[in-house]
């Protein structure tokens, strides 16, 4: 069933209007009817399960049948650090990390990037990856809509990911662990509800940033024998987190 997300001040009781893009989709590109149905969410948790009941020039109305918590998030919120790989790398990292249930995705800027932040650029860059995540958000049945942010510093990144009670840093050199290890050791010392992991450029890092993280107090982690892509790593790691997380 199609489904669309709404801000609340679009559900006027039993109905929610659907404008803009959305309203076009369901009208002329889906060829929706009256009667047939959709699933609409809030963005903050609730879906709608709706009947389409009216189509205006530029606004769809839908009459609310039932609704529901959504149970389509992750158990904790896992926050994205991503270097900026080269072409449309972050474009596939955008869409399949929405999809493995991600909460939200920063990149960032490190010593080895081959991509820089070009200022004039960077607005509109965001808005696009924002439109990616939004598309994925709804073929996966999310129940929010992942938010991408514009691109910081590696510092900014240092001083953003600090903020989760465990920190993921992804490294191919010495020194790390497996990742289900420092999950299962971390699980059963407290409560994790706010995980942030952290992937490099197909650069990776410098022995200088390593060692920044490493002061930090992050978790140096491995992802196993074999050294992976950026957009492979981001994947391959959300994936590991789906599994200790959700399917344990």
Known sequence: MPKFFVS?????????????????????SLRMATGERIVVSDGEGMDYDCLLEQFNPATV???????????????VRVHLFSALPKGEKLDLIIQKSVECGVFDITPFESERCVV?????????KTERRNKI??????????????????????QDMIISASKSNLVLFCYEGEGTLPLGAVCRKAKSEYKIDDIAI?????????????????????????????ILRAETAAIAALSCLVYEFELT
């Open 61 to 75: 109305v839908a009459r609310i049948i039932s609704s529901k918590v959504a149970d389509a998030e992750m158990p």
């Open 116 to 124: 820089k932040v070009k200022a004039d650029a960077e607005e509109r």
């Open 8 to 28: 609340k001040n679009q559900i006027d009781g039993e109905f929610i209007n659907i404008t803009g893009e959305d309203a076009h989709h369901i009208s002329r």
């Open 198 to 226: 952290i992937i490099g450029s197909e650069g990776g890092f410098s022995p200088l940033e390593a060692e920044k993280c490493k002061d930090a107090d992050f978790s140096m982690i491995g992802l196993g024998k074999r």
């Open 133 to 154: 995540a939004i598309e994925a958000a709804k073929q996966c049945g999310r129940s929010i809509i992942p938010k991408v942010n514009s691109t910081i510093s590696f």
